[in-house]
């Protein structure tokens, strides 16, 4: 059984900076692929960024530049470094992995960017 915990959520003003972590637990495999994915209010889920294994990495055009995705094998962790937030980046972002053949997803973490 796996499970995904995020954390590091909360408000933030526009401008200002959040690391999301996401513990996972279980049969975790390091050749995996992990990501972040979010939703805001009254839209669809959207892919945010993906880091297989250890090493490649990709994210959507509107995080380039300001979001970085990295992970701790060790520790079993993913991270996503958030940089010069704006107020559309508010949503609930969720922790995502995939491994042979399975997919599995984290409860959520609010992200909200006001001021």
């Known amino acids: 059984q796996v499970q995904l915990v995020e954390s590091g959520g909360g408000l933030v003003q526009p401008g200002g900076s959040l690391r999301l972590s996401c513990a996972a637990s279980?049969?975790?495999?390091?050749?995996?692929?992990m990501a972040w994915y979010r939703q805001a209010p009254g839209k669809q889920r959207e892919w945010v960024a993906t880091?297989?294994?250890?090493?490649?990495?990709t994210y959507v055009d509107s995080v380039k530049g300001r979001f970085t995705i990295s992970r701790d094998n060790a520790k079993n962790t993913l991270y996503l470094q958030m940089n010069s937030l704006k107020p559309e980046d508010t949503a609930v972002y969720y922790c995502h992995l995939s491994q042979r053949g399975a997919i599995y997803w984290g409860q959520g973490t609010q992200v909200t960017v006001s001021s």
């Open positions: 279980g049969s975790i495999f390091s050749f995996n692929t």
């Open positions: 880091i297989i294994a250890s090493a490649t990495t």
